[in-house]
T-cell receptor, first 113, second 115 residues
């Protein structure tokens, strides 16, 4: 079945550092890949969507690109701020047609001032 | 506020108690999801409704977890009886049927602690 793997459980950076979070996926169809962000005390909210049509998504300074060859899609940001501290989830839209989401285990990003 | 509303925000229960969590989806949304979130397991799907019909009941959660959609604007998740391992954040989400991820909205969750 479809799956996503997010191995980085925690990332700690300083302000203005470069952020890179990787996620790998497995699916039998053309994937729709998503990144969600969850701030403390809130539910996840959609940050970016990437499809085979666009290969890349950009929002709020974040950029996500997918690589079909390595079945990976990563989230990056050139210069993080303390306000970016949150949990970031990658997700895959299930290929069975129900369009349910399969979530990665999440990466806790802490940005030190 | 037109978002997903979950109540209560926090719940503390003794082992063996019955608890009911509530969710009001975004008005007009036809799909409703219940997730459990823990640090170890991440986000796990408990139930999925489409136009009030149960589409998926999350397999491993069948025995003590029961979600219902009483009408298009209200859903409950009952856990009976509760166990300490049920301590987690329970998230409700809603979207338009068959819609894209852009229409999926999550509530802020209910943090359940079972003693």
């Amino acid at each position: 079945g479809d799956s996503v793997t997010q191995k980085q459980g925690q990332v700690t950076l300083s302000e203005d550092d470069f952020l890179f979070i990787n996620c790998t996926y497995s699916t039998t169809t053309y994937p729709t890949l998503l990144w969600y962000v969850q701030y403390p005390g809130q539910g996840p909210q959609l940050l970016l969507k990437v499809t085979t049509a666009n290969n890349k998504g950009i929002s709020r300074g974040f950029e996500a690109t997918y690589d079909k060859g390595t079945t990976s899609f990563h989230l990056q940001k050139a210069s993080v701020q303390e306000s970016d501290s949150a949990v970031y989830f990658c997700a895959l839209v299930e290929s069975s047609g129900s369009w349910q989401l399969i979530f990665g285990s999440g990466t806790q990003l802490t940005v030190m001032p | 506020d037109a978002g997903v509303t979950q109540t209560p925000r926090h719940e503390v229960a003794e082992k063996g108690q019955t608890i009911i969590l509530k969710c009001e989806p975004v008005s007009g949304h036809n799909d409703l999801f219940w997730y459990r979130q823990t640090k170890i397991q991440g986000l796990e799907l408990l139930s999925y409704f489409r136009s009030k019909s149960l589409m998926e009941d999350g397999g491993a959660f069948k025995d003590r977890f029961k979600a219902e959609m009483l009408n298009s604007s209200f859903s409950t998740l009952k856990i009976q009886p509760t166990e300490p391992k049920d301590s987690a954040v329970y998230l409700c989400a809603s979207s338009f049927s068959g819609g894209s991820a852009e229409t999926l909205y999550f509530g802020s969750g209910t943090r359940l602690t079972v003693l």
